[in-house]
């Protein structure tokens, strides 16, 4: 049986609102549209793909932890415990939950949910992909700061990034009045959740100025966020509790083996997002730093500056690139020499075992390449 | 000493002159402008250029063998002797001329001339690089046999090609008038080689009708070749004659280890062709055959017809490629997985430890890749 979620307990503590912050990192997705650097077996988020010397999971846990301390969890593929173990050394064991299969963002951001609910029922988690790239993270973590300010008073609150574009590829925010509530002068409420726009749609939305992307940051109450699980999805919220029970105890693994894959995949902006926005429980914090969520070669390039004297943005350690009359980007993998000779805008990405050429202008068309080569049983690359 | 030549001799002979032939291939260069596939120790003439399954040497010495029979003799740097051998196993041990330092085409050639002199001073040779590409045979073969025909008159006889456009990269031929020679009724006489012109020379030449490619493709009496090879190049004459006489004997290799390396460098035109033919010598028999020397990756798409269905050729046993809304070359030496998408004339050279990515345009360029690499130091690769 599953205990029941009291959302009125809420409202009465007395620690502050950012003492009952904890980190949730989902890492999840392999980032097909970065093939054939980013795969199943190194996706994106194990990857410095900004030249800074950090992968995209370690520069997301230390833009959280000024905020969270230790108190982070990471959700991620079993696949990749040995990697995120790797990169994050200071990871608890037992804040280091591993999928045994993947089962969509309902599940993994409602286990940690439950799991830390399960340990405080007045925890407000802030739940973050691995695979974004902010700057600075002063503004993030202001922004943060503002939606536990607001979560406290009893919201999901997102964190609406500014688009710079009419991104046909990004979910909206449609942003409603003002809250007032202390510690969040920007808070908004939220009237809805759009889905992805065509091109028309989407430059209404900005032409509008009410509408952000949702770069699917949530800032809630643990109990909150359950509340709207148990309501919309209760077969999954049983589940997740379930294994939550038995998390911080030996038989952890048992029962995370029996009930994970008994669970239904779901997004996490189906099963809570978008009902509670209906509900009017959700609220928006406006994100005044830049983002990026590096969706294909083209945001390497523009993460990442040109070599010297050159056009050419070149990525990977030892890399060996000659180059005349070239422009666009070459990401090495490999110690091989690579020679570009007048070709502009290309897209070169080259590892051990797969080499992708493309140009700027096609780079979200990776992901159909992906598809076809898992279509031609070419699994072994991917 | 060296037995000086007796041209006189030359016209007392019963055999036919084809009887007289033997076919001497020059396998040199490291084909810069096809690198990476082509390189210092796996030069173009080792490759499959064609899509024909054979190496263009393996193509070139069955082109000849039905003119030649086994009186076939390759010259090439002793880097290579294992692989020709390879190629090349009907070719006996006397008749592979392995160089211990490249010395140019005077001194191959004319150590060719020169062994076969020893051998017997009446053999017409014929002097065939090993990689071009000639189609079809016969018509190649029945210009050889117009050329045997002329030499056997007392000329070193050219095989001109027909200008397909106003190349720079190429020597021309100028033609004079027709010679009356048995056997041979589109034999010319030559009035002069001229280098690579520009452009509008180039045009011009071409429009007059009365130019061809220079092919270095070349028949002779080996005697008349020595006999210009003394003149020209005395000190060059000697070492090669001295080699020769030792060839055929024990102490062959101890001579030419201690002779080829004092022996000057000079091309094979300068040395023998260009004098001869002002000294009226020089004949030429146009070529109605194709013929490309596979100059550059652009050659290597219009030799190698595209996959079906697709504008991109592609070359190379076990090659895995993906492409979508793409154009172009792929030569593939490694059993990567290659995805391009949306990029139109490219051209793409995958190896073990180089990659080459250009475009059709760019192609004569990539011998510029090859100086720079040369002077960055990253000499592993070329």
Redesign the interface.
Known sequence: MCPAVNVEAMSTHEKSPLDRFHGVIPAGGTGTRL??LSRAAAPKFLHDLTGSGSTLIRATYERLQPLSGKRLMVVTGKAHRRAVRAQLPELKDSDLVLESEPKDSGAAIGLAAAILYHRDPDIIMGSFAADQVIAPAEDFQAAVREAVHTAAEGYIVTIGILPTHPSTGFGYIRAGDPLDIAGAPSAHSVIEFVEKPSVAVAREYIDSGKYSWNAGMFVAPVALMLKHLEANEPLLYAGLMEIAAAWDTRSRNEVARRVWPTLPKIAIDYAVAEPAAAAGDVAMIPGNFSWDDVGDFAAIGRLNPAMENSELTVMGEGA?V?S??ASGIVVSDTK????????DD?V?V?T????????K??AQ??K??VE??RA?G?VD?L
């Open positions: 093939w054939p060996r000659f005349e009359n091989r020499v690579i020679a570009l000779i007048g070709i290309v070169i080259d051990p075992d797969a080499l992708l050429v493309t140009t202008e096609h068309e990776v159909k390449a076809s080569l031609s070419d690359v």
